[in-house]
């Protein structure tokens, strides 16, 4: 009989050696993968990709901005740096590539959550006295073939950045024993739910469901062991609130703004537009990530765990916290495919014991090994259809597969693209003209022009402003009516349903059927899909009834949402933008301001067309620049040849102007050359 020390040691070196046999698998799949694939990376597959690459520009030449970006990006972003710290070292050392990214990601997130899974694995084989080197061997292939870790990753997402942080905290429980946490253990839990909330900010669903489980689990062991003696019961209510109340103090004494956010922000009507149905859809939708075969595998876990008196207690707290996250979640939006790791740690556990305990079941060992290789083939054949495509085999078990695939992804019209940034950018470069994309779907939309030339050219695009995309979440684009161009998709691009994306569709409609006589088509583009790309060119303001037309549509659609049916009629009448560099720039804010900021070159300006349309313009200028930039910074507004005001703006300045006999104003910025002075005109109204 071997020695516990030394029998101990041997099952530490299978898991070292398991591991790296995960991680040299797993990094050559990658590569296989995305050398097949030719594509754009854009949205949220492309953020921290390009994050990494910025941030890395600001921590390597100045490591204290650095901090300052990543805390104010904590407080205020909701995809703040915090993820992409070590991304950026990694770009920085290695390459900008989107494939070393996807490899960074894998291998600093994805392979230590692998670590500390295989770590968990032996834990539980050795105290409930099963273990085994096969059973190590099936976990290690059970979390190599896990397409529900995995696809994120290949995906482009970077979520798996909290994968190692959950491991951490179900060991740290499943340790406990749900007994009173020991101090160390409790104060290390408080600051990795803290930071699991600051990584990103939908694990809050993931430590909600923690603080509900953790409750239900001590609630029913008492009431089974009825233990009911006040101390004990006061000794775990104490430490069980005071991680809770650390968790809170935490984030509301150095997070605050983050935590007023995401308490106060309606993130159920912004998200609306991408949930996806009904409790039965979202289950189903759910299910489909995993594939039936590995849920079987997960009910099984939880059946296993239940029935032992060892890991009751264990298998309560995975189970309640999995209905938590889905019940809290889906009454935000459906899953995307990043969000299914709220339960990819939990779910790995259940599964794998789910396997070993029930095979232990059988007694005779030649059954039992089938046993493990009828699980590992079907693991195999669900990876296989989604990563590689379908055969005889897969067309047979398909019902019981995810349905979560992901082929190598190639656009065939890349070159056509890259085409027509470079065509795009030659109209705008040094002038400050800028460039609207009215479509929002997988084939064309903002970012896939934007990035079509990265890592090379940060900006493919000189000018383009971010198009609108969500109604509920982004407004009516204002901006739209101040582009120079605009990029229309024909037939009409979504990637959600229409109805959620009138802000792309209703705008495209009028465009594409109607086209406004202030628009001249330049240029035309066939794309994938058979879907054509019209570069128009807008040589004067939006007439009242093409801005009429649009409110009525947004008004019938959405009359309680003043961001989608405040259409500016200040805006649409703008035309003769000049900006005469990039730092003397034209741009919007909020629904009804605009900023006009000094430029290295000539005057910053802009013409109103109101042809006695309106008889009252209001407005309140102020600068937007700390002293000593914003000095000698004035706005003058000329009435053809005879100047109407000379101001130098110091402090908000009110103006109530009758235009009802004139037929343009000609706003003009002057001041001090810096490229930083400017001033903004604020809750503009047209009477």
Known sequence: MKRPDIYKHQTRITVWILTISFILAGNFFI????????????????????SGIEFAKVLFSSPLEALGKLYHSILESDYNLLPAVLLSTVVKVVSASHRVYTLAVYNLYVVPFVCILLIFYRKILLDNHVYSAVKMLFGCIFLLLYTALLTPVLFGYLDAVGLGVIAAILILVYRSGFKTFKSSDALLITFLLVLLTLLRRWYLFWVVGFFVAVGVVYLIKMILEKDYAPGQIL?????????????LLILSVFFTRFLIRALKNNFQDAYKAYNGGDLVYNITHLFGFFSIIVMLFVLAGAIALLMRKKSRDFGIFLVVQAFV???LFTRVQSFGSQHVYLFVPSFAILAFCGICFTLDCIKRSLPRALGYVLAAALLFVNFYYVYIGDNKVTDALKPVLSQ???????MNDIDEIRDMAGYLTSL????????????????????????????????AVIGLLATNHVDRRDGFPNHFLLADYIVVADPVQY?????????????????????????????TYALDKGVTAKVYQRTGPYA???????STIFYTSYPDYPSLNTISRFYGRLKDIRTTDAEGMVSYTGQSDIVMQVGKTGHTAFTLDNQKLFKRLKFKACTGTAAPYSAGVGLRIYDGDNLL????????????IDISDKDSLRFIIYGNDSGIAKIILKDIQME
């Not at 995305?34 to 921290?48: A, M, P, R, T, V």
């Not at 609130?241 to 968790?247: E, F, K, Q, R, T």
């Not at 009242?544 to 649009?550: G, V, Y």
């Open 428 to 459: 705008t470069q040094d002038s400050g003209k800028t460039v609207y994309v009215l479509a929002s779907s997988f084939v064309i939309n903002d970012e896939i022009l934007g990035n079509s030339k990265l890592p090379y050219e940060r900006y």
């Open 235 to 247: 000794r775990k209510a104490f430490m069980f609130l005071s991680i809770g109340a650390g968790y």
């Open 404 to 410: 979560e695939t992901l082929r190598p992804r190639v």
């Open 31 to 50: 590569l296989f993968h995305l050398s097949k694939e030719h594509y754009i990376y854009f949205w949220d597959i492309s953020g921290y990709w390009i």
């Open 325 to 327: 996250v889905f019940f």
């Open 544 to 550: 009242l009834q093409f801005l009429d037309a649009l």
């Open 495 to 523: 990637h959600l349903k229409q109805s959620e994306q009138q802000v792309v569709g209703a705008i495209a409609q009028e465009l594409v059927h109607n086209t406004p006589d202030n628009l001249t088509l330049l240029k």
């Open 645 to 656: 005001c000379d101001d130098v703006i110091l402090s908000e300045h009110d103006y109530d």
